[in-house]
């Protein structure tokens, strides 16, 4: 077949409107499956499987047209069609209409998607200066059996700063959420919405323990106090009591507390 001849039966069997219309069509039906999947809190995989789909039958759509045209009688095989029998095709006008409605449509949706992500992915307004997270202290004792001693701390001094009104304070099971992870000060912070952090360790050591307590900014991990405190474990409620007054963090933090 001369390339000449080739063309031309590309454009008598509708090959050419099948791969436009098919192209529309199919990024109509993306962009419909990226707008939905999200809104029903369906897998993404769902949005996945859909595009590859799509893109898995435009050759086949392309095959089909060479291979079968629409006849009066209906679709019959190329080859049993001859060259005189009238096959039924739409006007240029109603086409290009028809491809023009799905495109806006498609281009709509894409639209939506854009705005959506943007306003998802914008800077986050600032969290208050006066909010503040009690990361849970490390245990560096080496003894898994000390480690009731320094989360029992970390819950101490939560319940204490709570009991200032004007200081936004995360509870407990938000904090301890990122016990053992390592993440960094800005995530933290994004993810709990707040401005500042205590994190720190204890050591035990026979009857003495060793606290190091560190306030820091959660934009940008810069340290705004810390304080080292070496006491007799002879009271354990006792040291956990006296560290949770810590009034310098609470001014450190901005805070006036009582």
Known sequence: MKIENFFSELKRRN?????????????L?????????????????????????????????????????????????????????HIPQWSRRKFATLVITIATLAAALAAYQFVRNKSATGSPSSPSQKSIAVLPLVNTSGDPNNEYFSD?????????????????????????FFKGKSSDSASIGQKLGVANLIEGSVRKQGDRVRIVAELISAADGRSLWSETYDRELKDVFAVQAEIAKWGKVIKAAGIKGE
């Open 15 to 27: 090959v050419y409107k099948v791969a436009v219309g098919y192209a529309v069509v199919g990024w």
């Open 152 to 176: 029992g701390l970390s819950e101490e001094l939560i319940a204490v700063l709570a009991k200032i009104s004007e200081l936004k304070v995360i509870g407990r099971s938000s904090s301890f």
């Open 29 to 85: 039906v993306m962009q419909v499956a990226a707008t939905i999947v999200p809104a029903l809190h369906l897998p993404d995989s769902l949005t996945t499987a859909v595009v590859v789909i799509t893109l898995l039958g435009f050759p086949i759509a392309l095959v089909i047209a060479w291979a079968f045209e629409m006849t009066p009688e209906g679709m019959k095989r190329t080859e049993h069609v001859s060259p005189n029998e």
